[in-house]
């Protein structure tokens, strides 16, 4: 008798912007799993990794199945998985390259320090194969093998911290680059009926769909929300006039910031996110293309943040920043011509609003009017009742603040995946030390898959389980 393993078999960089999906190769995997008979200890992880990588795939998203297995059976699971790869990538593409790879035992904590890196900063290719050699992973790449990082910081992400669920469905192949017959009004109706605990369903700023992707991809829609029962209710409320091949439901830690840590300016590096506190140092400036673009200074350096144009009341409210506002600005780093760094504004809070202190003229003393300038030094005048008065000076008041301290993101349609929509705030789940403050117990959930959660051809998604 051969003993049982735990095994964590990591998936990434297999689509390409023209189609392909690697969470779709991931639902083929899990099916060819479960014919081989293993017992699944967590729902298949959706990762996101570092959104502002500079090669990174669509959405950046890695994947990682964890079961249980007669240890005699991995060497067939890897082997079917590399040929699952190199049947269903994009291998044509120029930018993709796959990688898999498969860890047994308990996740050593130097992998999961390896997928933090991964999602707030960026990792070398040379950084996971020598992880791999260390702690005796199983690594197939293709081509230039870059997906390796992915698949192993997928592993090392083991999401015991807050997380969500997406429920993803699949286009039949004839379907595939027709437009998604997902009727709008269920989506709306959908999200009424499940909220908070469904989030980014639709735009209410322009009502576009937000569950179904657009492009040649196999993915019809995806419902993301709080626990895979959710999900599953909600997509099941959808009224869709097309045959589902298959869905299945992803733990991740898309929508929980999982990308966002505290840095000082003087930290900044292009492609890497970040949040920073401190001042507004000048006037915000709008330009070319509506977008508007303030400084921001910590006393460790002063750095450009920009507030792109569909990013709606976001950009409102960066407009009527003042010098001596205390912000927090959080989103990616990119490096403009000369070297010059700016920070690409995904969440803005204004903590405390300073006094926005404007030179008046001042008014006439006779008769109220405001007076006119009669040029540089000379005094002012007033244009009602003649009064000349050549000593007078501007006046400082205290301007009318159009703005509320608070938290500012882009509208949905323009926010990330790890971006943590407002709707979530409250509803985090936090691992064991600390007690849970949101509604969902971790980790009833880990260890203990409940649901179903994957289903495949069927006609009536109301008896698929
Ligand atoms: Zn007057």
């Known amino acids: 008798m051969s003993s049982e393993a735990l095994a964590h078999l990591g998936l990434d960089d297999t689509d390409s912007p023209r189609g392909g999906c690697t969470t779709y190769l991931a639902a083929l995997l ?13 729902y298949p992880n959706l990762i996101r990794l570092n959104p502002n990588a500079p090669w990174k795939t669509r959405g950046n998203g890695a994947i990682c199945l964890r079961f249980k297995c007669g240890r005699e059976l991995l060497d067939e699971i890897f082997a079917r998985a590399s040929e699952l790869v190199a049947r269903e990538a994009e291998m044509w593409h120029e930018n993709t390259h796959p990688g898999l790879v498969l860890l047994e035992g308990k996740v050593p904590l130097p992998v999961r320090l390896f997928a933090k890196k991964a999602i707030r900063g960026l990792v070398r290719l ?4 020598k992880l791999c050699a260390r702690h005796n992973a199983k690594v197939v790449g293709f081509k ?14 083991v999401l015991a911290g807050d997380h969500t669920y997406e429920l993803l469905a699949y286009r039949v192949p004839e379907k595939r680059g027709l437009p998604r017959a997902v009727e709008a009004r269920s989506v709306v109706e959908m999200d009424e ?4 605990l469904t989030f980014n ?7 576009r769909i937000l569950i179904t992707p657009r492009g040649p991809d196999p993915v019809l829609l995806g419902v993301r929300g709080e626990s895979p029962d959710v999900v599953l209710r909600a ?4 009224r869709i006039d097309e045959p589902i091949e298959r869905w299945v439901i992803f733990r991740t830690n898309q929508g929980t910031d999982a990308h966002l840590v505290r840095r000082l300016v003087r930290e900044l590096k292009p492609h890497l996110p970040a949040v920073i506190r401190g001042r507004v140092a000048r006037p915000p400036e709008m330009i070319t293309g509506g977008h508007v673009i303030f400084g921001v200074s910590d006393g460790s350096g002063e750095v450009d943040c920009a507030a792109y144009e569909p990013s709606g009341q976001l950009r409102r409210v960066a407009l009527s920043l003042w010098p001596g506002d205390v912000v927090e600005v959080a989103g990616g780093v990119r490096e403009g011509p000369g070297g010059r760094l ?6 803005l809070k204004v903590i405390e609003l ?15 009017k405001r007076m006119k300038s009669m040029g540089r030094g000379k005094g002012f005048r007033c244009p009602r009742c003649g009064l000349r008065d050549p000593g007078a000076q501007k006046v400082l008041v205290e301007a009318p603040r159009n703005m509320r301290p608070g938290l500012y993101l882009p509208p949905p349609r323009s926010q990330r995946h790890l971006t943590k929509p407002l709707r979530r705030y409250g509803l985090e789940k936090y691992g064991p030390p600390g007690p849970p403050r949101g509604m969902w117990l971790w980790p009833t959930l880990f260890r203990d898959v409940q649901e179903p959660f994957y289903c495949r051809h069927t006609k009536d998604i109301t008896k698929c389980y």
Do not use: H, Q
Request: proline share 7%.
């Open 30 to 42: 899990i099916e060819c799993l479960c014919k081989l008979g293993v017992e699944w200890v967590d």
């Open 126 to 129: 040379d950084e996971a194969l």
């Open 144 to 157: 230039l093998g870059r997906g390796v990082s992915g698949a192993l910081a997928a592993i090392g992400e």
């Open 193 to 196: 009926a499940t909220r908070p």
């Open 201 to 207: 369903n639709y735009d209410p700023e322009t009502g």
């Open 235 to 238: 997509f099941k409320m959808l």
């Open 342 to 347: 700016t920070l690409n504004v995904e969440r």
């Open 354 to 368: 300073a006094p926005k202190l404007v030179a008046e003229n001042p008014r006439c003393p006779r008769c109220g």
